[in-house]
Nanobody
Framework: QMQLVESGGGLVQAGGSLRLSCAASGRTVSGYAMGWFRQAPGKEREFVAAITGSGGSTYYADSVKGRFTISRDNAKNTAYLQMSSLKPEDAAVYSC???????????????WGQGTQVTISS
């Protein structure tokens, strides 16, 4: 089993930045693709970004491309989501996930964190 714990969420002004972290334990993350998803109240869970196990390839939702950067440090068993130029519509609970496939499909991820709240003030 793998446990994932997100951190770094909080309140930030529109236009600001946050860096989310996803710390894994129980298993080594290097063998897993990692993804970030978000869910705002009353909306469905939405894909944000994904990265391969090696970190060599990344994939972004169009809504965050150019503003968000996903990365990972396998030595620290941690993945990151650097978010810049934040907009009010980015407000949501952000969750990280680990799985065998680098995908925007949440069903392909096996392990999930509890999420961290990101709130944007305009």
């Amino acid at each position: 089993q793998m446990q994932l714990v997100e951190s770094g969420g909080g309140l930030v002004q529109a236009g600001g930045s946050l860096r989310l972290s996803c710390a894994a334990s129980g298993r080594t993350v290097s063998g897993y693709a990692m993804g970030w998803f978000r869910q705002a109240p009353g909306k469905e869970r939405e894909f944000v970004a994904a990265i391969t196990g090696s970190g060599g390839s990344t994939y972004y939702a169009d809504s965050v491309k150019g503003r968000f950067t996903i990365s990972r440090d396998n030595a620290k068993n941690t993945a990151y989501l650097q978010m810049s130029s934040l907009k009010p519509e980015d407000a949501a609970v952000y969750s990280c996930a680990a799985g065998g496939t680098y995908s925007r499909n949440p069903r392909l991820y096996t392990y999930w964190g509890q999420g961290t709240q990101v709130t944007i003030s305009s």
